[in-house]
Nanobody, 118 residues
Framework: QAPLVESGGGLVQPGGSLRLSCAAS????????MGWYRQAPGKQRELVAS???????NYADSVKGRFTISKEYARNTLPLQMDSLKPEDTAVYYC????????????WGKGTQVTVSS
């Protein structure tokens, strides 16, 4: 089983909502930094939202007030609720989990496409 598996992408109209989810194995979920990144065509991958191992949450300025990240410990999932979507949110969204102290790891999911278009 892959360490991280994203789901929930799709096509949505501007102003609509989508909920992405990242399923992680229990061994990497608890103390890891976990985040959602996105990469649009021709652009660099950028951090969208993250939760540190201690629970600190950060958002990119471009999504503040519209996106919400959380950790569902009972299911070992990392949802990203995306509301008021804009065409510029169109990208492949990737889940990341990493730990900078032993045991070290840096896992990426394969990504899920989000397209915002009328």
């Amino acid at each position: 089983q892959a360490p991280l598996v994203e789901s929930g992408g799709g096509l949505v109209q501007p102003g609509g909502s989508l909920r992405l989810s990242c399923a992680a194995s229990g061994t990497i979920f608890g103390g890891a930094f976990m985040g959602w990144y996105r990469q649009a065509p021709g652009k660099q991958r950028e951090l969208v939202a993250s939760i540190s191992g201690s629970g600190t949450i950060n958002y990119a300025d471009s999504v503040k007030g519209r996106f919400t990240i959380s950790k569902e410990y009972a299911r070992n999932t990392l949802p990203l609720q995306m509301d008021s979507l804009k065409p510029e949110d169109t990208a492949v969204y990737y889940c990341n989990a990493r730990r900078n102290s032993p045991p070290l790891y840096n896992y990426w999911g394969k990504g899920t496409q989000v397209t915002v278009s009328s």
